[in-house]
């Protein structure tokens, strides 16, 4: 019964991710306006030849500093996870 | 581990430093960036601490240090975007580009052999970002290294 | 159907992460398994930025002027990051999780459920 069930989630995942792709075609992007505009303007408004590191850092920074913030955030939960042997003090919360 | 691997990891820890750095401070005009460059300078980290053991790196890196990098490339990395305020710019506005001076030299658009001093505020964040990811990521391998060790610790303890 | 190879890559490697985030009982491997979802949306925004003929954007002693789409890209580069965070928290809380139930089965780990 429970592979039964699970064969049909996984088979309408795969019927939906087809019906997903099938209109797209590799080569030509449906809408292309913005990158336009970045790769056109890119090198006079920020002065960079690499537009991908122009996008990250400087017209969409904001995603940039949220991704530092969960990096940040990921090393500190780490951290509190194995803070017994990297020289934090003994918490034993059982 | 064995004396040829130490001596191999002793003459190349430099070179990746070197090459990660290399990556970060280009990261506007070849491909690369900050991210990238931490990541590589993290992977001469991990190499270290593959080639010696966890005790002796440990003593060597210390608690404080990478813990202070992540912090200071975090927080510089919004102090440059903070600094658009002064300049009475929205957040994150590129005060620098095209202004002459410091990594203001203008571009034209078209393909050109690259010059390092422009780019605007975009080579001071790589730098913070690079920074913050070579703390983050080591500090990530020394502390799941740590669990690991501490596991065992405690297996021979018991058994 | 060839010029749709890189989409058909993406439905494969999607059903390939869904099934071992279904189907397997180890925990690492759900870990795993969640990487391989992770990488079919990474390629996915690649190739939708793809253009016929582009070069990479980046001006420098660049041959042409046309270019596949800079955005996807610089997405990605936050996706692998978040990516790379998530995985190191998973790892902990694996390394936790055999600490305390001294294994990675999920079946076993009966008091985990109520």
């Known amino acids: 019964m429970r592979k039964a069930v699970t064969a049909i989630v996984l088979i309408a995942l795969l019927i939906t991710l087809v019906a997903m792709i099938l ?37 969409r920074g904001f995603d940039t500093i949220g991704e530092s913030t969960v990096l940040f955030t990921a090393v500190i939960g780490t951290g509190l996870m194995f803070r017994r042997l990297f020289g934090g003090e003994e918490v034993e919360d059982e | 581990m064995s004396k040829l691997v130490r001596f191999a990891a002793d003459i190349l820890y430099p070179v990746v430093l070197i090459f990660g750095l290399y990556i970060v401070a280009h990261g506007h005009i070849t491909p690369g960036g900050g991210f990238q460059g931490g990541a590589v300078i993290a992977t001469g980290v991990a190499l270290v601490i593959v080639a010696y053991s966890y005790k002796e790196v440990i003593g060597w890196i210390g608690k404080g240090g990478l813990m202070a990098r992540e912090v ?87 058994s | 159907m060839l010029w749709n190879l890189p989409f058909i890559a993406v439905v494969v490697i999607t059903m390939i992460g869904l099934v071992t985030i279904l189907l397997k009982k180890n925990l690492i491997k759900v870990m795993l398994g969640i990487n391989i979802l992770q990488s079919a949306a990474n390629l996915f925004l690649i190739s939708l930025g793809y253009r ?10 660049a041959p042409s002027t046309h270019m596949v789409l800079p955005t996807p890209q610089a997405l990605c ?18 390394v936790i999780i055999h600490k305390k139930y001294g294994t990675v089965d999920l079946d076993k780990i009966r008091r985990l459920q109520g």
């Open chain 1, 23 to 59: 209109p797209l075609t590799f080569g030509s992007p449906l809408m292309s306006d913005m990158d336009d505009y970045f790769i056109r303007f890119g090198q006079e408004q920020t002065g960079n030849n690499n537009e991908c590191t122009a996008v990250v850092f400087d017209y």
């Open chain 2, 72 to 158: 200071i490339g975090l927080m510089g990395f919004i102090g440059v975007a903070l600094f658009a305020f002064l300049f009475g710019m929205p957040f994150f506005y590129n005060y620098l580009a095209g202004q002459g001076g410091l990594f203001g030299v203008p571009v034209a658009f078209g393909p050109n052999p690259g010059e390092l001093n422009t780019g605007g505020t975009v080579p001071l964040m790589n730098f913070a970002v690079g920074i913050e990811v070579w703390g983050g990521l080591s500090l990530v391998i020394l502390y799941l290294l740590s669990g690991l060790i501490e596991k065992k610790d405690q297996e021979e303890e018991g």
């Open chain 3, 52 to 61: 016929e003929g582009g070069i990479a954007p980046i001006f420098t002693l």
């Open chain 3, 77 to 94: 580069l936050t996706s692998i990051v978040i990516g790379l965070a998530t995985s190191a928290l998973m790892l902990s809380f694996a």
